[in-house]
């Protein structure tokens, strides 16, 4: 796997073609400015996962190196991005449905850039709906290649026409790039890119290609120069982080990594997702229990609580194999809280398999959920399976299940009233007398504001545990 490196890219080391991209789309922001007395300004609207989140994130840097503004009003922006999701049909519903509403807005401002990347990119047939129904939109390009953007930039402005550049696979991992975080006291970390898992109704592998994992060194030395900068939260992304290094010359396991990675001096805490059932080893289970920055939650996706299903689903393992995953985790660590995504409404599903999935949502008692009804998905095999569930019923088996489900992570998020946990301040709340906050088992906490900063740890006890929501007070020092 080679491994491409862009540091300094951008304006020193670059073969003389890049500098000339990045001279140029340097030199339409200068003229911008120069009109207009501002500096043309980019707004990117991100659909889907935190992989998304982390790659607008870096779109967002290439842009301002480039002398571009960031801007959370739409009418403002000389250009626009949509970083796009093909996971649900939904997500690209709703794509769709924004695209269409910036055509009166190209209209009013020709001069306008309207960009198109991310998952949905990779898929031919959304291409081509694109070129012919949304005219207005001047650039396209693909999840493998965001780190063209300059270049991609500067042959949109250079053009009339529809720039597209979809690349269907990626050999490489490219390094270097910058990035603008959202948040200065939490930082995402891409570990691994890509996922050869197949699950059957999974579009992820065709949008996100094969499996690469960066080197275990870059990771590392990232991580570092984020905990140097006051980073106090990393959370390492990839569709299966615990296949982690398998593809590497020299092999690293997942829980190794993480070994490294907590041996970096600092107050920090370490997350990961999404770990594969499948791949959850004992190696990794004492990791979470022996590591000190590990936290003590975990995002186990199980799907679906039946065999049948799960095999259907290609998701390689049993209910009976999940639960002793799921009964070792909490021997090894007894305070690990456990959350989970669930898809009601696969084909074949029979009421009996909503019986045995809510069977086991009991037996796990899981703290919280992301639950999803089945999309069909172009492209995946469960596609062509023939015995889709009609809507209505999935509707019906989904409000079932999730009844039983909010039941237990109320009942759960009660139990908490009184108990003291160290939380790691993220942000204002709603309510402005609070802060809002996360515990290392990934419960989100309001604390009382007074005097509490963003990225402070702080001692809180919980003070209110109503419904869904968290409430707490800092504990005194004395
Ligand atoms: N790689 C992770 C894993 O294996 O659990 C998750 C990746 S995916 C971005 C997040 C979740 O979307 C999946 O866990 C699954 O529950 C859901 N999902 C994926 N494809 C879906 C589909 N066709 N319909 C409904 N939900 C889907
Ligand atoms: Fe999709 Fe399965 Fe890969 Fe997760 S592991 S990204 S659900 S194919």
């Not at 073609?17 to 609207?45: G, S």
């Not at 065709?206 to 499996?211: M, N, P, V």
């Not at 296949?243 to 829980?255: C, M, N, P, R, T």
């Not at 906050?437 to 919980?462: C, K, P, Y």
């Amino acid at each position: 796997m080679e491994t491409i490196r862009v540091k300094e890219v951008e304006y020193n080391n670059a073969p003389a073609h890049h500098q000339l991209y990045h001279q140029n789309v340097k030199r339409f922001t200068e003229e911008f400015k120069t009109i207009h007395n501002i500096a043309p300004k980019f707004i990117i609207q991100t659909y889907g996962c935190q992989m998304n989140e982390h790659d607008s994130e870096k779109m967002s840097a290439m842009l301002i190196n480039l002398g571009f503004e960031e801007t959370e009003v739409l009418e403002e922006a000389s250009l626009v991005l949509y970083n796009t999701c093909s996971i649900r049909e939904n997500a690209e519903n709703k794509v769709y449905g924004h695209l269409g509403s910036l055509k009166s807005l190209k209209r009013k401002n020709p001069e306008l850039i309207i960009g198109i990347c991310g998952c949905m990119m990779q898929q031919e047939h959304i291409v081509e709906t694109i070129k012919n129904k949304y005219k207005h939109v001047d650039l396209i390009f693909g999840t493998h290649n965001l780190h063209l953007l300059p270049q991609l930039l500067n042959q949109s402005i250079a053009a009339d026409d529809m720039i597209i550049d979809v690349w269907d696979n990626a050999d490489s991992v490219v390094e270097g790039l910058p990035v603008k975080r959202k948040r200065n006291s939490k930082a995402y970390v891409n570990i691994i890119y890509g996922c050869d898992n197949y699950c059957t109704y999974c579009v992820v592998p065709y949008t996100r290609g094969k499996i690469r994992s960066r080197r275990a060194e870059d990771i590392v030395a990232e991580c570092k120069l984020l905990i140097d900068e006051g980073v106090k939260e990393i959370t390492f992304l990839g569709q299966n982080v615990n296949s982690y290094g398998q593809d590497l010359e020299k092999k690293v396991s997942f829980a190794e990594l993480l070994t490294m990675v907590n041996a970096i001096e600092g107050k920090f805490r370490l997350r990961f997702m999404t770990p594969h059932p499948k791949d959850l080893s004992d190696e990794l289970i004492m990791a979470i229990a022996n590591l000190d920055k590990v936290c003590e939650y975990l995002h186990l996706p199980v799907q679906a609580g039946s065999n049948s299903l799960l095999k259907a689903m290609n998701r390689r393992y049993t209910v009976e194999n999940y639960l002793e995953k799921v009964n070792k985790l909490k021997r090894a660590v007894p305070d690990i809280t456990l959350s989970t995504d669930i898809i009601i409404g696969f084909p074949g599903e029979s009421e009996a398999d909503v019986d045995d999935l809510i069977e086991l949502i009991k037996i796990v008692e899981y703290d919280s959920a992301f639950t999803f009804i089945y999309s069909k998905r172009g492209g995946t095999p469960a596609a062509k399976f023939d015995n889709q569930i009609p809507e209505p019923l999935k509707h019906q088996r989904f409000d079932r299940m999730l009844k039983v489900l909010n039941q237990i992570v109320k009942r759960k998020n009660a139990a908490l009233l009184d108990r003291e946990f160290e939380v790691l301040i993220e942000g204002k709340a709603r309510d402005k007398n609070y802060m809002i906050g996360r515990t290392r088992q990934n419960h989100t906490v309001n604390v009382l504001a007074d005097g509490i900063e963003i990225g402070d740890f702080v001692d809180v006890r919980i003070t209110k545990a109503g419904g869904f929501s968290l409430y707490g007070e800092k504990l005194s020092n004395e």
